[in-house]
């Protein structure tokens, strides 16, 4: 096929194009048409293609995410909002901190180990690219059954992918999750958070200003990976002759994006860039049209300098390809010499491949031929909105309508079974098979990582500053009610920022559901962002960023409504966190909250085929009362430990408090069955020293929390309600699932 | 005192390594992969990381680059030299020490604190600590599964130059559990372990690596 260029667009309109096979929809083709009014060149249909796709213009969401605009806290700390490639927090002591969570859901289902890798290394250039280094990583992670047979191809692919690309990058692991559920069978969640830190003054956006500055491409050669990672494309309606169909999932390089990112902190230190952007989904189509609509508008591109490590390829396939590790920056021509140094330094691949221009149309050559011609802003931000329609699905009011009838223990015997079948329970069970491919260590800052609450590092080595990050989600709440499971996920994680005595300050958010075209999907996707926008209202905790991920379905079986919430918290000083667990006897143990039957959604019904019922109604300013009462108890030194209850209940934080440190705990509990297995939000464990009851008492008096003495530290064993279980033989149950499972 | 640490495109732990040499009172000296240079240094430190990426044996590129020909040479000088992780890989692969490091067993990456026993205290880098004293510090590694000949193996028994052995379960394979080994002269050493993460109780497991570090500072003095 002949090179298309805008003249031949011009001169010959009719010709029928594959916009259909670009999943374009024909009044979508109709709009390219009336922008640029002509035909679009095959170059410009591959560039609209892939930026109006779902993943890259948010068509079926943006609706929907305006609330997190509309209901914004107003807050000093946001130093930079939604819209960047990641929202910056003003930390205190001149730092900010960037932290964002993305989805690499769909490549890590076809290729586990890849597309694990560039999920990782695709959300750490994000955080690269506003200027901060990076310093930390975590995965919330999901998948079908344990026992399931595609989970054991699935799920170790997943994890050496995440700590192949993550350990090679030096980022410590600090945190995420491992949940398992039928509906994340064909539709594993891969979700990858990344946190930075830099100065304020080292803010970088992603634009492209000033008249004759340069744009550089650097990094890695394209290559024909990637294409069609966001849009479906059909190769053989492009380059007849060149290779034949690519993979559509990235193959990742994670030493060349750890030389991309040591060069370009070395580059931003020395102010060597206007603006920068990386190449991730859409790759130059995006990074091109992202920049030049972040400036004036206008650009000049030559394809055909563009460095490439396969030379069949067409222009169109090099506009679309998601190779991976590569930045775009736009450089003062007094400062090129400097920054071209910089990447011999690092052995990294740098060309010059166009200028800014004082026009507004992004212009792009090939060998001289201009094969685009657009306005900039049409591919990065005027994609098509659709308002989807919605309805809420039969299932909600039957399964909300369901009684739970799970039995629940009793007898010391049945406390005994519950507390180890819990603490064997795959979604239960101690992780070091997971968490033990991924270095935590490196960088030496890392405070806390897996099994803590959140994770955890020191920022500044001299005033001991640090932050604090947790993501949760609780998939079978939002699936009871997506507006309540949603609003409870957040003020999960903010808790399990506070047990450590951090303070939450800000929230991203990962938003994973089925396809947007059925409309009860729909609807738990706007009942979700509702829930959450409603919930950062009341809390106070502005929403700095986030990422949409529809179509995890197959057929007509999408997952659970799975929005993951990060929260960043503040610690000024990482010495005086609140340890999750205790490493002495004689303390004495309170449960912090109120537990209510809430046993829908929760593990215990999950273990016994049961998931209907209603979820529990978030009361967010108990749980701000609740995080004021851990921060302030924090700052007193009134705890020893502190550990939320979540999935599992106060049953799962005991095994996980008694086995950390190898100390023992006996606990007598009212109403022991519910007590044990209840997941009623807002509640925590706390362990102090006798002499400090009186200042809690206070303490929760003073924020109206209701606090109960269940107990004391002490022993090698956990007894609860006179059931005695040895430690030894809990730690048989909770360490040895994994390694039966995947060893 | 002045210890340099060795920084090659893909070192990870080079920042670490340089905060555990001021922690014992001496001060860290960058050294650049890419230069033949060692800046005037006392001792080096080979950190961890991937050298240049490892896509093929680990440190079979790095025992070419610039920086390594000074080493080499310094080494059979009798300078101490530590390598960690991939710093021990590197050595194996530039003769400085035996045998090679392979794939663990289990055939995936292992990040764990690791309980190890210190069984020669006479090198430069462990006067610090007792004879057989244990120590916990961390392990995380992909290839840390320590191979080489019977013939080397007993020749490493029998002359002591086995610095650190695993306690407790096999983490990877090696044999006769070696964490750590160290040339004749016991100047050079290479250990799988990191113990520049384990400075302190606030990052680390411990404090116990710090004693590496100390020990070097011992040597230079005499």
Not at chain 1, 682 to 705: C, F, M, Q, T, W
Request: net charge negative; proline share 5%.
């Amino acid at each position: 096929m002949a090179l298309d260029t805008v003249a031949s667009a011009k001169s010959n309109p009719d010709i029928s194009q594959p916009f259909a096979e670009l999943g374009l929809k024909p009044d979508e083709y109709a709009r390219i048409k009336e922008i640029l009014g002509r035909r679009p060149t095959s170059s410009e249909l591959a560039m609209y293609s892939v930026m109006w796709s779902e993943h890259c213009s948010y068509k079926s969401s943006k609706v929907h995410l305006k609330q997190f605009g509309d209901k914004a806290v107003k807050t000093d700390a946001l130093l930079v909002g939604i819209g960047e490639n990641a929202g910056v927090v003003d930390v205190g002591q001149g730092y900010a901190v960037t932290f964002k969570i993305e989805s690499h859901n769909h490549p890590s289902f076809v290729e586990p180990y890849q597309g694990a890798a560039t999920g990782v290394g695709g959300i750490v250039r994000d955080i690269l690219t506003m200027g901060a280094r990076p310093i930390a990583v975590m995965d919330p992670l999901r998948f079908g059954p344990a026992d399931a047979p595609d989970t054991r191809r699935v799920l170790p692919g997943i994890i050496a992918g995440v700590g192949g690309y993550g350990n090679c990058l030096g980022l410590p692991n600090i945190g995420g999750e491992v949940v398992f559920d039928e509906t994340y069978l064909g539709n594993p969640l891969v979700n990858a958070l990344c946190i930075g830190v830099m100065k304020h003054s080292d803010i970088k956006l992603a634009k492209a200003a000033g008249a004759g500055n340069l744009v550089v491409l650097y990094g890695a050669k394209t290559g024909g990976d990637g294409i069609g990672g966001v849009s479906v494309l059909a190769s053989e309606t492009f380059e007849s002759t060149g290779p034949a169909k690519r993979p559509a999932v990235q193959v990742g390089d994670p030493f060349v994006e750890k030389v991309l990112i040591e060069c370009s902190l070395e580059i931003f230190a020395e102010d060597l860039v206007v603006g920068i952007q990386d190449l991730g989904g859409a790759g130059l189509s995006c990074a091109t049209s992202e920049l030049a609509s972040g400036g004036s508008g206008g650009m000049k591109v030559e394809l055909d300098r563009v460095p490439l490590r396969d030379a069949t390829l067409s222009p169109e396939e090099i506009l679309m390809s998601e190779s991976q590790e590569r930045m775009c920056a736009i450089v003062e021509p007094s400062k090129i010499n400097r920054f071209l140094e910089i990447c011999k330094k690092w052995d990294v691949t740098v060309t010059v491949i166009g200028e800014v221009t004082d026009g507004d149309r992004l212009e792009i050559t090939w060998h001289g031929d201009l094969i685009v011609d657009v306005p900039p802003r049409t591919v990065a931000h005027e994609g098509p909105v659709y308002n989807r329609p919605l309805a809420k699905p039969d299932y909600v009011d039957r399964v909300n309508a369901e009684v739970i009838t799970v039995k629940l223990p009793e007898s010391a015997e049945e406390i005994k079974a519950a507390v180890l079948k819990l603490a064997a329970a795959p979604n239960l069970a101690d992780k070091s098979w997971v968490t033990d491919q991924y270095d935590r260590y490196v960088q030496g800052n890392t405070i806390q990582s897996q099994p803590d609450d959140s994770g955890m590092v020191r920022i500044d080595e001299k005033t001991h500053l640090g932050v604090a990050v947790a993501t949760d989600a609780n998939a079978n709440w939002s699936y009871l009610n997506p507006y309540e499971g949603a609003k409870l996920a957040l003020a999960e994680a903010a808790r399990n920022i506070a047990t450590a005595g951090a303070k939450p300050l800000a929230v991203t958010n990962c938003l994973n559901f089925g396809s947007p075209e059925d409309p009860g999907v729909m609807w738990q996707f706007a009942e979700s962002v509702r829930g959450l926008a409603d919930g950062c209202l009341e809390m106070g905790l502005p929403v700095t960023g986030g990422n949409v991920s529809f179509y995890n379905q197959t057929g007509s079986v999408a997952i659970l409504p799975t929005p993951v919430i990060g929260v960043l918290g503040v610690i000024d000083d990482v010495r005086t966190r609140t340890p999750m667990s205790f490493d002495r006897a004689g303390l004495e143990l309170y449960l912090l909250g109120e537990t209510q039957n809430d046993i829908a959604g929760s593990e215990w019904a999950y273990l016994h085929g049961q998931r209907g019922g209603k979820a529990p109604i978030a009361d967010l300013k108990r749980e701000m009362r609740l995080i004021d009462l851990l921060v302030t108890g924090n700052k007193e030194k009134l705890f020893v430990a502190a550990h939320d209850l979540s999935q599992g209940g106060l049953s799962a934080t005991l095994t996980e408090m008694v086995l950390r440190h190898g100390i023992g705990a006996e606990v007598t509990l009212e109403n022991v069955g519910q007590t044990l297995i209840s997941e009623s939000p807002g509640r925590v464990v706390v362990a102090i020293d006798p002499a400090k009851s009186n200042a809690l008492k206070d303490l929760a008096a003073k924020e109206n929390i209701v606090m109960t003495k269940i107990g004391n530290t002490g022993g090698d064993s956990l007894i609860v309600n006179g059931a005695k279980i040895a430690l030894s033989e809990l730690r048989k149950a909770h360490t040895e699932t994994f390694p039966k499972l995947f060893g | 005192m002045k210890v340099g640490v060795v920084t090659f495109p893909g070192t990870l732990d080079d920042r670490d390594a340089a905060r555990a040499v001021g922690a014992a009172g001496a001060s860290a000296i960058s050294l650049w992969h890419g230069d033949a240079d060692l800046k005037g240094v006392d001792a080096v430190v080979l950190p961890g990381g991937f050298s240049y990426g490892d896509y093929l044996r680990c440190g079979a590129i790095s025992r070419f680059a610039p920086v390594m020909e000074k080493i080499i040479d310094a080494a059979n000088g009798g300078m101490p030299v530590l390598g960690i992780c991939n710093g021990f890989q590197v050595l194996c692969e530039a003769h400085l020490l035996p045998g090679a490091l392979t794939r663990n067993h289990a055939l995936h990456f292992l990040c764990r604190d690791q309980k190890l026993t210190i069984e020669n205290t006479s090198t430069a880098w462990t006067s610090s600590f007792s004879q057989g004293q244990e120590i916990v510090i961390p392990l995380k590694n992909g290839e840390g599964s320590f191979q080489c000949d019977d013939q080397t193996l007993s020749a490493l028994e029998s002359e002591g130059r086995i610095v650190a052995r695993y306690l407790g379960e096999d983490p990877n394979g090696s044999r006769n559990l070696i964490a750590g080994i160290t040339n004749e002269r016991g100047n050079v050493v290479g250990l799988m372990p990191h113990p520049e993460h384990a400075i302190n109780v606030l990052t680390g497991p411990s404090a116990d690596g710090l004693g590496f570090f100390t020990s070097v500072l011992k040597a230079m003095v005499k």
